[in-house]
């Protein structure tokens, strides 16, 4: 795997010697047509994930560990509930998964509700698995109409109506840059498009508990919550993995020799 990773390092830093660039770093920079933000702002923001992001997610699962008795966390830890409680499940159909969906955008923000109700009288949310259906999640534009469609396989669990949260998400993001002159401007990088919708889950949160109205699952508004230390985890682990170091500094064998 070394030696594989190697070999792409030099290929990749090979490549971009070849266009004019000093490092893969710089090119790829260019190739992904990143001009809003540089490799300092991304290396600023890997440090500052270090230092507040990861000692939480640490504590989260020193807590974790200690309430499953376990010696180390292992990954298949991270998925279960670590009090033991049953799953929750905040809607059975897809209909009434939309509805929830609905009410929750409707107390962010009531335009964001309005675009889930033009979705629904269009006919563009199949939200429901059944049989045969391909698996995934996602929302797709549809620049002539500006109205997007959402397209997922919802059986009912906590996951699945943070999924629709997530794609109605990117649903508004669709409809607000529908009037955008030029189709590739509404073709956006992932870090532009998840931030509509990860910043959707964020600014939902605190009405999630419109999902869990019974009683008995009083404990709902920390359970949910608890899911995202997991995407949270996901995401500090790459601090490990200094990329842009990586490229930046060229492969191995040439600085070298
Ligand atoms: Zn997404």
């Not at 309430?67 to 509930?81: E, H, I, M, S, Y």
Request: charge should be negative; hydrophobic fraction near 40%; charged fraction near 25%.
């Amino acid at each position: 795997m070394d030696d594989l990773f190697d070999a792409m390092v030099r290929d990749r830093h090979h490549m971009a010697v070849n266009a004019g660039f000093a490092n893969y770093r710089d090119y790829a920079y260019a190739a992904l047509g990143r001009f809003d933000h540089s490799p300092e702002d991304a290396e600023a923001f890997h440090t500052s994930v270090a230092e507040v992001v990861v000692p939480l997610v640490e504590e989260l699962e020193r807590e974790r560990q200690q309430q499953l008795g376990v010696d180390r966390l292992r990954p298949w830890d991270l998925a279960v509930d670590s009090a033991g409680l049953s799953p929750l499940r905040p809607f059975r159909t897809g209909e009434q998964l939309l509805a929830t969906a609905t009410a929750i955008f409707e107390k962010v923000h009531p335009s964001f509700a309005a675009h889930l109700r033009t979705m629904r009288e269009k006919a563009l949310l199949d939200l429901e698995s059944r049989e045969g259906k391909a698996p995934g999640g996602y929302n797709y534009p549809l620049y002539r109409s500006g109205a997007p469609f959402i397209f997922m396989n919802a059986v009912g669990t906590a996951d699945d109506l943070v999924t629709m949260l997530h794609e109605g998400g990117h649903a508004v993001h669709s409809f607000r840059t529908h009037p955008l002159p030029l189709t590739a401007f509404k073709q956006f990088p992932s870090e532009v498009a998840e931030l509509a919708s990860m910043g959707m889950e964020l600014l939902s949160m605190r009405h999630w508990d419109l999902a869990y109205p019974d009683p008995a699952s009083a404990q709902s508004p920390a359970r949910p919550i608890g899911t995202c230390d997991r995407c949270v985890a996901m995401g500090s682990r790459r601090r490990r993995f200094p990329t842009l170091g990586v490229y930046a500094s060229g492969p191995r064998s040439c600085a070298t020799g």
